[in-house]
């Protein structure tokens, strides 16, 4: 039987980034040591280890994201990453596109880029998020901001033949 829960869409925060070599080193592993492609939020691929850190250099030509001797000890997040999933294995490219276009309807002017490894029997892409935007704002990222991506990343999703949803796991009789 299909139900609800099976088509459930599920956006984790795998790690806040607060340093410049964090952020190398998470896409290191999200590339899978540079073996995978990295998709940037405009639909460019960046392949190899050398694309890969020239794409780097270029996420943060703004110096958003500090040199971790920088931080001065005041560290604050400057990159969310996300993992967007769903059980089951659904086509990369398809859920790609959804989860591209969900960050571009909720944070248009934030930067993004993607990961799409193929190690499990379920469909994930993982996301890197920056929380400074191109006009030099930042979001204040909540809880209430996941469930909203939640409910696009679904939409989405549906938009282009996949069945999916975004359910709460409690029920508040008051709000109807």
Known sequence: MNNIRSNEVVIKINKKIKC??????????????????????????YEGKEEIKDYIELYNIDSAIPEYEHTKKRERNEVF???????????????????????????????????????TEHTYIYCNF???????????????????????????????GIEAYATRKYKDESIV
């Open 81 to 119: 990453n996300f993992i967007f999933s769903m059980k089951g294995k659904i086509d990369y490219s398809i859920m790609l596109e959804a989860v591209i276009k969900t960050i571009k309807e909720k944070y248009p002017n934030n930067p993004a880029c993607f990961s799409l490894p193929n190690d």
């Open 130 to 160: 920056k929380i400074q935007d191109i006009n030099i704002n930042r979001i204040d990222f909540k809880f209430k901001d996941r469930y909203e991506l939640r409910e696009i990343f679904a939409k989405n999703l549906n938009d282009l």
């Open 20 to 45: 410049l070599i964090d952020f190398k080193k998470n896409i290191k592993y999200i590339t899978r040591d540079y073996q995978l492609p990295l998709y940037d939020d405009e639909g460019n691929i």
